[in-house]
Each structure stands twice: as C-alpha cells, then as structure tokens.
C-alpha cells in the first residue's frame, strides 16, 4: 500500500510539471509537437539518471520507485504522442509525423544513453 502512495504522490509531481510546462507558449507554425517532444526526451535523461543512480549508489527501491515510476511516468506522456501523429498524419503531414516518432524514439533512447554515461 505505502508503495502505490509513493508512486501516486510522484505522479502528481510529474503531471504538474508537465501541465506547467505545456503552458509555455510555444507553438511553432509547422505544427511539430515540440513540447510532447521536449518533455518525453528529458523524462528519457531523468530515468535514465535515476536508473543509473540506483544501480550505482543503491538508492533506496522507495525513491527510486517516486521518482522512476512516479514523477517519470506522470511527466512524460505515450498517449499525448501518439494522438498528435495521429493528429499530423490526419492533416497530411504524414512526413512531419514520421519524422517525430523518428526523433522522438531515437532521441529518448540516447538521452537515457546519454544519463548513464554521465554517472
């Protein structure tokens, strides 16, 4: 039970972060969904920084569990990405659609890569 508050009190961190930031107002006219983009590659560092936090300082499974499962995973948002390239691809930019999940994939994995190098 403690560990579902934990991850449910992480969640909330991440959402209000996430919702904070989606107010910046950006919004490039091409379209590209570029705050979905930014917040998903930097939830990618940040697990990848905790990941390799924990397997090299042994952080307590708590904290790891807050910040991995919750904070992470209520910052960072699958379901918003895949409905705006579904979005693009209704507006026929279905090249600008392919390019995001391209970057979007590539980018998150190095920048967990990226993390772990760091630690």
């Keep these: ?11 909330a961190v991440g959402a209000v972060l996430r919702y904070l ?8 006219e091409n379209g590209f969904p570029i705050k979905t983009f930014l917040i998903n590659v930097a939830g990618c560092f940040v697990i990848g920084l905790v990941a390799a936090l924990a397997a090299r300082a042994s952080l307590n499974p708590r904290i790891t569990l807050f910040l991995k499962v919750g904070i992470c995973g209520g910052f ?12 693009l691809m209704a507006k026929g930019a279905v090249w600008m659609a392919v390019s995001y999940v391209a970057a979007s994939v590539l980018c998150g994995i190095l920048a967990v890569f990226a993390a772990q190098k760091l630690l």
């Design 21 to 28: 930031i989606g107010l910046i107002p950006l919004n490039p």
């Design 76 to 87: 960072t948002t699958f379901s918003s990405f895949a409905l705006e390239t579904e979005q």
């Design 1 to 11: 039970m403690a560990e579902c508050l934990i991850v449910g009190a992480g969640g």
